[in-house]
């Protein structure tokens, strides 16, 4: 990122347009509560359906943002690994020259996006345990299986969007196994918002209005900076990780050691390390 600080202008222009997305459903969202009420239980069948089909319409349109600009971030990073100065337009041509694949590929997000939303979404206590715990495990899964469906998208000739997470996922088991977890997490990042938002609660808690309002401001600050530069690195990981998982080799713009530590075998897993060609 420090060769190409274009990049985070594709997170940055994702963000804004995803904001003035949740300002648009915001509303209808509040008309939906309005009409039928906050509470599930006394919400008609009209009303569910009509929840659902608009978080499925949210979620399919924020999804479809997404996967333009990450397409955008992994195809600029991509050229920047092999010595490349990609501009900012050439990045977006690269995702717009796929935008039929993207949109399937959203539309296939967005539906998992829903049924893990549900999943989430039970009437008692226990179900949403259940749910939440299966959601975990299920959106972690689904995470790694589809890690690597942009760069495939973008680079192979794979077919349909089902055919590209086939070919995500044979990649990534291929190189890591099946037995992996992520070695790394973007969560650290958030540690310094995360810090002044407890500043505000404890602000709001005391009754001191000034300083909650200023530490609020930082803390939406931070946050936003945060997230557009994870979502970034986000990218550039994805690019890094594709190019070592498909050629066997480590750019050399990058640390070996990130490529070493991207995914761990998971505890109590043993695997034969030299079955798998790409591995390290």
Same mark, same amino acid.
């Given at each position: 990122?420090?060769?190409?600080?274009?990049?985070?202008?594709?997170?940055?222009?994702?963000?804004?347009?995803?904001?003035?997305?949740?300002?648009?459903? !915001? %509303?209808?969202? =509040?008309?939906?509560?309005?009409?039928?009420?906050?509470?599930?239980?006394?919400?008609?069948? /009209?009303?569910?359906?009509?929840?659902? =089909? =608009?978080? !499925?319409?949210?979620?399919?349109?924020?999804?479809?943002?997404?996967?333009?600009?990450?397409?955008?971030?992994?195809?600029?990073?991509?050229?920047?690994?092999?010595?490349?100065?990609?501009? %900012?337009?050439?990045?977006?041509?690269?995702? /717009?020259?796929?935008?039929?694949?993207? %949109?399937?590929?959203?539309?296939?997000?967005?539906?998992?996006?829903?049924?893990?939303?549900?999943?989430?979404?039970?009437?008692? /206590?226990?179900?949403?345990?259940? *749910?939440?715990?299966?959601?975990?495990?299920?959106?972690?899964?689904?995470?790694?299986?589809?890690?690597?469906?942009?760069?495939?998208?973008? %680079?192979?000739?794979?077919?349909?969007?089902?055919?590209?997470?086939?070919?995500?996922?044979?990649?990534?088991?291929?190189?890591?196994?099946?037995? /992996?977890?992520? @070695?790394?997490?973007? *969560?650290?990042?958030?540690?310094?918002?995360?810090?002044? @938002?407890? @500043?505000? !609660?404890?602000?709001?808690?005391?009754?001191?209005?000034?300083?909650? !309002?200023?530490?609020?401001?930082?803390?939406?600050? =931070?946050?936003?900076?945060?997230?557009?530069?994870?979502?970034?690195?986000?990218?550039?990981?994805?690019?890094?990780?594709?190019?070592?998982?498909?050629?066997?080799?480590?750019?050399?713009?990058?640390?070996?050691?990130?490529?070493?530590?991207?995914?761990?075998?998971?505890?109590? $897993? $043993?695997?034969?390390?030299?079955?798998?060609? @790409?591995?390290?």
């Amino acid at each position: 990122m420090r060769q190409d600080r274009g990049l985070l202008a594709f997170p940055v222009i994702s963000g804004i347009l995803s904001l003035i997305v949740l300002g648009v459903f !915001f %509303f209808p969202v =509040l008309f939906v509560f309005q009409q039928e009420g906050i509470d599930p239980d006394t919400m008609t069948t /009209t009303g569910w359906v009509l929840w659902i =089909l =608009l978080l !499925f319409a949210f979620y399919l349109i924020l999804a479809f943002i997404s996967s333009v600009f990450k397409a955008g971030v992994v195809a600029n990073a991509t050229r920047i690994l092999q010595g490349e100065h990609p501009r %900012f337009g050439e990045g977006i041509g690269a995702a /717009t020259a796929k935008i039929g694949a993207l %949109f399937s590929w959203a539309v296939v997000s967005a539906t998992v996006g829903v049924l893990l939303s549900l999943l989430r979404s039970q009437d008692s /206590t226990a179900g949403r345990i259940i *749910g939440y715990l299966v959601a975990a495990v299920a959106g972690a899964a689904w995470a790694l299986a589809t890690f690597f469906v942009i760069p495939v998208i973008l %680079f192979e000739d794979a077919g349909g969007v089902f055919s590209s997470i086939g070919e995500s996922w044979g990649i990534f088991k291929k190189t890591w196994g099946e037995t /992996t977890v992520a @070695g790394f997490s973007f *969560g650290l990042l958030y540690i310094p918002a995360l810090l002044v @938002g407890i @500043g505000c !609660f404890l602000a709001l808690i005391t009754g001191n209005s000034m300083i909650f !309002f200023g530490l609020f401001a930082v803390f939406i600050i =931070l946050l936003v900076l945060t997230g557009v530069f994870a979502s970034a690195l986000h990218g550039i990981l994805v690019a890094i990780l594709y190019q070592y998982a498909t050629t066997g080799s480590v750019p050399p713009q990058v640390d070996e050691s990130l490529v070493k530590q991207a995914f761990v075998e998971k505890k109590g $897993k $043993k695997t034969d390390d030299t079955s798998r060609p @790409g591995t390290i």
